[in-house]
Every structure is written in C-alpha cells, then in structure tokens.
C-alpha cells in the first residue's frame, strides 16, 4: 500500500484535488473533517480539552468553538497545547483507517497543515497543491467570504507554500496553466507503480 499526504495553502484547491483523486479510486482521510468529529466524539480529546480549558469547553455535548478559538489563537504556546491533545488522537484515527483500506492499494491523506502537525512521517509520498498567493487569496476570499486582511492572516499563520513545494514529493500546479486532469493521471499512473 501506498500512503500520500494532500496539502497546500489556504485556496490551493487541495480539497478539489482530493476529489479528483477520490473520482480516481484513491480513498482520502480529510483531516480537518475527521479532526472535527474526533473533537466532539474522542474521550480523550474531551478529557484533555476539559482538563485545559474547564468544563465550558463543551456545552450541551457540544465543541464551545469559540471558547477554544480564542484560547488557541491567544499564543503560539495555546496552540501547541491544543494540538497536542488533538493531533495524536487524528493520527491514530488515520492509521486505523489507513488499516481498515489495506486492500487498496493507494491512500491519501488530506492536511493543510501536514508538517505542522507531524503527519508527514506516515505518509509515504508527499503531493503539494500550489498556486500563486494572488490567486488562492482570490479563491478564499470568495468561498468563505472573508476580507483579504483575514485570508492573510490564515495565510500567515500556516508554513510557507515555498517551503512545502520544496519538501513535497509532487507538486500539482492548480494555476490554471497546466491540465490538472493530465497531471493528476500522471500522479496516479507512478503511485499505482509504488513509485
């Protein structure tokens, strides 16, 4: 079985790429989905979460999200914090459901914030949706209606595309300059040969 991480900037059209790998026979695990359900359901991201933030964090059975929004925006050491409640308990969930696929032969992973949050290491190959910053700044404004000083900020907040281009192990222009249905025949043509 080959295992690949999805990921990219905030409007890179990581999500569309992960259908369009799904639509090719490639189950995906969105992370930030599955991260979500784990919030609410995982007892021990409930305990954890309670234990740092108080029984408010939860109301009604319920993620109090702007309660843990604020504490995990406030600093970089709140963040880390909430991750490391949060984030084992996603990989777990992944490799159990990496486990439940061992009979298909490819699996992706979906994760904007892949190397931040320590997925790269079990993930066999990498593949980095990349556009232009003008052009994913256009695209996030448009689809969660945000100002461009907010999109910057979650731009900011989240490791340098550069960065990931240069560690990824395919990259996927999504620009519009290049056929994304050829590239992405050509990804899974040399994933399906374990390549």
């Given at each position: 079985?080959?295992?690949?991480?999805?990921?990219?900037?905030?409007?890179?059209?990581?999500?569309?790429?992960?259908?369009?790998?799904?639509?090719?026979?490639?189950?995906?695990?969105?992370?930030?989905?599955?991260?979500?359900?784990?919030?609410?359901?995982?007892?021990?991201?409930r305990k954890g979460l309670i234990?740092?933030?108080?029984?408010?964090?939860?109301?009604?059975?319920?993620?109090?999200?702007?309660?843990?929004?604020?504490?995990?925006?406030?600093?970089?050491?709140?963040?880390?914090?909430?991750?490391?409640?949060?984030?084992?308990?996603?990989?777990?969930?992944?490799?159990?459901?990496?486990?439940?696929?061992?009979?298909?032969?490819?699996?992706?992973?979906?994760?904007?914030?892949?190397?931040?949050?320590?997925?790269?290491?079990?993930?066999?190959?990498?593949?980095?949706?990349?556009?232009?910053?003008?052009?994913?700044?256009?695209?996030?404004?448009?689809?969660?209606?945000?100002?461009?000083?907010?999109?910057?900020?979650?731009?900011?907040?989240?490791?340098?595309?550069?960065?990931?281009?240069?560690?990824?192990?395919?990259?996927?222009?999504?620009?519009?300059?290049?056929?994304?249905?050829?590239?992405?025949?050509?990804?899974?043509?040399?994933?399906?040969?374990?390549?």
């Amino acid at each position: 079985m080959n295992r690949i991480a999805i990921t990219g900037g905030i409007g890179s059209g990581k999500s569309y790429v992960s259908a369009l790998l799904e639509a090719r026979g490639i189950p995906i695990y969105n992370a930030d989905n599955e991260s979500k359900r784990l919030t609410v359901s995982d007892m021990n991201i409930r305990k954890g979460l309670i234990e740092l933030l108080g029984e408010e964090v939860y109301q009604e059975g319920m993620l109090n999200k702007p309660l843990l929004a604020a504490y995990l925006f406030a600093s970089p050491e709140n963040a880390a914090k909430v991750n490391g409640i949060i984030h084992p308990r996603v990989k777990a969930d992944f490799l159990q459901w990496v486990d439940e696929h061992r009979h298909v032969g490819v699996v992706g992973l979906e994760s904007a914030i892949l190397y931040e949050s320590g997925f790269d290491d079990v993930v066999d190959a990498v593949v980095m949706v990349y556009a232009p910053e003008s052009l994913r700044l256009q695209r996030a404004m448009k689809r969660d209606q945000a100002s461009e000083a907010q999109v910057r900020a979650r731009i900011a907040a989240q490791m340098d595309d550069e960065e990931k281009r240069r560690r990824a192990d395919y990259v996927v222009m999504n620009d519009g300059s290049i056929s994304l249905e050829e590239q992405l025949d050509v990804l899974v043509e040399h994933l399906k040969k374990g390549k």
